[in-house]
C-alpha cells in the first residue's frame, strides 16, 4: 500500500522537479559558467583581445632579484615563489584546522544533544562579525605590543614577536575558516552507527584502534569536504597576509588583487585561471585516492 | 561440565532507581546454547552487553573462568558479539571484515586468509569475499556478522536478537543453522530473544526474564512442561490458567470439579494456580466430560484449529484437529498429566482467561515491542 503511494508520487514529481530546476539551471549559468569563460578568455588574450599565451607565460617565466640575508641578490622565479607560498601556508592551515577541528567534531557528535547545539553555536559566533573586524582584532591581540605580549609581560613571561611571521598569518587563516572544518566533520560523525564503535571494541580494538581502524575511514568524506572548504578559500586568501604579515608575505591572493588594481585585467586573470586549473587537478587526485578507500572494495 | 561464565547477584539500573537487572545470578557452562528469553525491557540485553563489556554492573560480579573480569575492557575479552542489526562495517568487503580481528591480532597473511575463508565456507558465503557488505541481502549480512565474530574462536558468542529482521522462512532457516554452527565450533552461545519459539527450539538452556529478574532456569521441555509461575506459563506457548485448590497429593479441584493430578506436597488446602495446555485437553460428548461447555469461536490455523469454549463463564482455549462448530456444547476430558500445578505467586491474578484473546492483537504488539527494544 505505501509502496504504492510513494512511487506514484515520486513520478508525478519528475516533471515539477525540472521545472524547479530550470531558474536554478539559468542562475548556474549567468554566474558561475559564464564568469568562469570571462575568466579564461580574459586570460588568453591580450589588451587588443587578441589570442596569446604571453600571460600564461609571464607567470611560469618572470624573474626578480631579492636580497637573501647574507646581503647578496638572487634571482627568482616572482610568480611561482609567490604561488609556492601561497599552497604551503593554506596547507600548513588546512593540517591545523583538521587536527583542531576533528577530536572537537568528534567530542560534539557523542555529546548530549544539548550540549552539541551549545557548541555549534560557539563555532559559528565568530562568523557573525565581518571578517575585517576579526582580522583587525587579531591584529591588536598578536602586536609586539598588543594583548598577548601584554598578558605575557604581566606574567612575567618574555614577549613573542609574532605579527609579520608566517605564523601569525596561518593563526588568521585557521581562525577564519575553523568552522568550516568542523561542520563537515561534525555532521558525517554524529551520522555515524555507535554501534560500529562498539563491534570494534567487541572484535579486539583498543580506544586507538577503533579510531584508526573504524572512525576515521569512516570520516574521509567529512574529511575531504572539510580539507576543500579550508584549502582553496587559503589558498586565494590576500587580506589577511597583508594584515598579519605585515605585507611581507605576498600571496597569490595579493598578486591578482594588485594586478586587479594596477588595471592589468588580463594577467590577473592568467593568474585566477592557473591557480583554478592546480585546485581542479589537487581535488581529482584526492577524490580518487580517497574514493577507493571509501569504497571499500580493492 | 565445565562453568565458563558466573553471574553473582547482579544488579544494574540506569537512572539510579529502577533496576533494569535486579539481583541476578547465573550459570553459563561450556559448550552450551543459552537463551535469554523475555518481553521487552526486561533486563536481557542489558545481560548480554555486560557480559560483552559495554556496561558495568552497579554490584555484583561478573566471573570468567574463574577470573573477575567487571571492569575488563571488550577488547580484552574473550567475547564476541553478534549485534541486533549486524554493525558490519561498511568501508570493508565481506573479507575485511571477517579478517578485522585477525588484523587486530597482527596474524600473518596466510594465516588470516586461511581462517577467514574456512569461516566463510562455514556460514555458506564463499566466493562472497571481495562483494561490499552493503550490496548483501539481510540474511548474508547475518552470515558475515557470524562469520565475524566466531573467526577469532572466542569462548563465548553472544546473540543479540540476531534473526530479529529476517523474514519468517530464512529465520527459521538461521536458527537450524545457528544451531549446527553451535554444535560444529564447540562455543558457547548466548542468545537473546522475544519470540518463545525460537528459543525452544534452539536452546540447550532457557533463562526465563521479566523485570529484571531471572523466573526459571530449564531446558526447553522444563519450562514448557513445568512452568515454575504463572508468567512463565503464560510467556511460553498458550496457557489455560484457573484457580485451584489442592485437596491432596495428586488431587486438585477447580471449576467446581475434582481431578486426578500428578502433582505432591502442597500443603492440605493450599490455593494455586493450575495451568493446562490447549493441546492437551481432549474433547469427548457431553455426557462424558468431566467439565463441558459452549464453543464460542473457531479458528483454523492449518495444522488444528483453535477453539475458544465458555465453561462456566471461563473461556478456555484448546487445540484440536476434530472440527466443532460455534454454538456446539461439548464435552472436555483432562487427562492427570495435561495438569500442571503451580504456586500461587505475584502474578497469578494477572492472566486471565482468552474471553479478549486475539491473534491479531498479539502480533501487532509484538512489532511495537520489537521497535521498543531499539
Known sequence: MTNKKTRREGRVAKTSYYATLGPYSLWAMFFILVPLVFVAYYAFTDNNFNFTLEHIQRFFTATSQVIQSDGSSKEVYTYLVIFWRSLKLAVISTVVCLVLAYPLAYIMARAEPKVQKTFMTIIMIPMWMNFLIRTYAWMTILQDTGILNNFLTFFHLPGVHIIGTEAAVVIGMVYDYLPYMVLPLYSIMAKMDVKLIEAARDLGCNGFGVLRRVIWPLSLPGVINGVTMVLIPSVSTFYISQKLGDGKFFLIGDAIESQYVANNLHFAAAMAFILMVVLLVCMGVMQVLTARHVEGGK | MKKIIELKNITKSFDGETPVLDNINLDIYDNEFLTLLGPSGCGKTTLLRLIGGFETPDSGDIIFLGDRINDVPPYK???????????????????????????????????????????????????????????????????????????????????????????????????????????????????????????????????????????????????????????????????????????????????????????????????????????DVDIVPVEQGQLTGVVTSVTFLGVHYEIIVDVNGFKWMIQTTDFVDVDERIGIELEPDAIHIMKKSEYSNLYGDYSSFSNELDELSEVEEEDEDE
Open chain 2, 77 to 279: 575479552r574473550n567475547v564476541n558479539t553478534v549485534f541486533q542489526k549486524y554493525a558490519l562495517f561498511p568501508h570493508l568487503n565481506v573479507f575485511d571484515n571477517v579478517a578485522f580481528p585477525l588484523r587486530e591480532k597482527k596474524l600473518p597473511k596466510e594465516e588470516i586468509e586461511e581462517k577467514v575463508l574456512e569461516m566463510l565456507s562455514l556460514v555458506a558465503l564463499k566466493g562472497f569475499e571481495k562483494r561490499s557488505v552493503t550490496r548483501l541481502s539481510g540474511g548474508q549480512q547475518q552470515r558475515v556478522a557470524i562469520a565475524r565474530a566466531l573467526v577469532a574462536h572466542p569462548k563465548v558468542l553472544l546473540l543479540d536478537e540476531p534473526l530479529g529482521a529476517l523474514d519468517l522462512k530464512l529465520r527459521k532457516d538461521m536458527q537450524v543453522e545457528l544451531k549446527k554452527i553451535q554444535k560444529q565450533t564447540g562455543i558457547t552461545f548466548i542468545f537473546v530473544t522475544h519470540d518463545q519459539e525460537e528459543a525452544l527450539s534452539m536452546s540447550d538452556t532457557v533463562v526465563v526474564m521479566s523485570e529484571g529478574k531471572i523466573h526459571q532456569v530449564g531446558t526447553s521441555v522444563d519450562i514448557y512442561n513445568e512452568p515454575v509461575n504463572a508468567f512463565v506459563a503464560d510467556f511460553i506457548g498458550e496457557s489455560n490458567i484457573l484457580d485451584g485448590v489442592m485437596l491432596e497429593d495428586y488431587k486438585v479441584r477447580f471449576s467446581g470439579q475434582t481431578f486426578q493430578c500428578l502433582d505432591k506436597e502442597f500443603m492440605k488446602n493450599e490455593p494455586v494456580d493450575v495451568v493446562v495446555r490447549p493441546e
